[in-house]
């Protein structure tokens, strides 16, 4: 069935440092979104895209449906970025399936 | 700020027994979701629902049934809990219209023995 496949599982980055979190997708997908697992548990929704890129703060996602992959980057990571990362893929007007999450941990 | 409400928030059930897990929603969503958590697997799709009285097959639906009785609720109900549905469960909503996220509750820990 359709896939979502998210790498890396985990990462380390020092203060200050950036990366870039993956995922790639084994069908065509209509939209991404990435979501942030918090100290309390909670999924925080950091981006929604149908296509191209958007940026918040220190965060930026891009999304290309016909290559099948989709980005988050990380700059000037801090250690309040620690936890654990998830990608998530509508496959259809409905149904949305979840990568397996990368597990970011900031170090000072 | 759109509210999606679980419960309950924690729960330990023998195994053979049942268990329904609820999820209210204030947003007028029209899609629910069902989704579980293991450590290794990130989120697994169980059921979900785009209209009430209506519910469809996720990823892993063996073992879970699912109800939606209005637009504001959605249940999964697990007939005869197992040790291996011991997991986290979370709940989320989104609005039909194009380019929306989903909204997730707070999460289920069901701890079957």
């Known amino acids: 069935g359709d896939q979502v496949e998210q790498s890396p599982s985990a990462l380390s980055l020092h203060e200050g440092t950036g990366s870039a979190l993956r995922c790639n997708f084994t069908t065509t997908m209509r939209a991404v979104q990435w979501f942030r697992k918090n100290s309390r548990g909670s999924l925080i929704n950091l981006f929604y895209?149908?296509?191209g890129t958007k940026e918040n703060g220190r965060l930026k996602s891009a999304f290309d449906s016909k290559e099948r992959y989709s980005t988050l980057h990380i700059r000037d990571a801090q250690l309040e970025d620690s936890g654990t990362y998830f990608c998530a893929a509508d496959t259809n007007a409905y149904k949305v399936i979840f990568g397996k999450g990368t597990h970011l941990h900031v170090l000072p | 700020e759109a509210a999606v409400t679980q419960s309950p928030r924690s729960k330990v059930a023998v195994t053979g027994g049942k268990v329904t897990l609820s999820c209210h929603q204030t947003?007028?969503?029209?899609?629910m979701y069902w989704y579980r958590q293991d450590t290794g697997h990130g989120l697994r799709l169980i059921h979900y629902s785009y209209v009430a009285d209506s519910t469809e097959k996720g990823d892993i639906p063996d073992g879970y049934k699912a109800s939606r009785p209005s637009q504001e609720n959605f249940s999964l109900i697990l007939e005869l809990a197992s040790l291996s549905q011991t997991a986290v469960y979370f709940c989320?909503?989104?609005?039909?219209?194009?380019?929306?996220?989903?909204?997730f509750g707070e999460g289920s820990r069901l701890i079957v023995v």
């Open positions: 989320a909503s989104r609005t039909s219209n194009s380019g929306n996220t989903l909204y």
């Open positions: 947003n007028n969503h029209d899609y």
């Open positions: 895209l149908a296509s």
